[in-house]
């Protein structure tokens, strides 16, 4: 059985920072494309970074580029998401999400090509 659990979520001032990370289980890691997403109060789910399974690619939201590292450690099947300079448009429940990926450069951006998803973790920043 495969179970994707994030952690590391809370209350945050603005200005701050947090770690989210994601462990799973019952998967082989190192063949999953990974993402995070999100979804704010009243609004879509989007993505916020994917990373393909080497790590070598990645994409950014625009609006967390330069404030966001994503980055996995395939001995541990844990990926993590690092955020800085959070803002208050940045409270939203975090979702990690896995895709079984043929290439090890590849991630998606669209919610259909992951299969694995955890139950996600909320981030609130205070303004």
């Known amino acids: 059985q495969v179970q994707v659990v994030e952690s590391g979520g809370g209350l945050v001032q603005a200005g701050g920072s947090a770690r989210l990370s994601c462990t799973t289980s019952?998967?082989?890691?190192?063949?999953?494309?990974m993402a995070w997403f999100h979804r704010a109060p009243g609004k879509e789910r989007e993505v916020v970074t994917c990373?393909?399974?080497?790590?070598?690619?990645?994409y950014y939201l625009d609006s967390v580029k330069g404030r966001s590292t994503v980055s996995r450690d395939n001995g541990k099947n844990t990926l993590y998401l690092e955020m800085n300079n959070l803002k208050p448009e940045d409270t939203a429940r975090y979702y990690c999400?896995?895709?079984?990926?043929?290439?090890?450069?590849?991630?998606?951006?669209?919610?259909?090509?992951?299969?694995?998803w955890g139950q996600g973790t909320q981030v609130t920043v205070s303004s």
């Open positions: 019952g998967l082989t890691f190192g063949d999953y494309a």
């Open positions: 990373i393909s399974r080497s790590g070598g690619t990645t």
């Open positions: 999400a896995a895709g079984h990926a043929s290439s090890r450069d590849y991630c998606s951006v669209f919610p259909i090509f992951y299969e694995h």
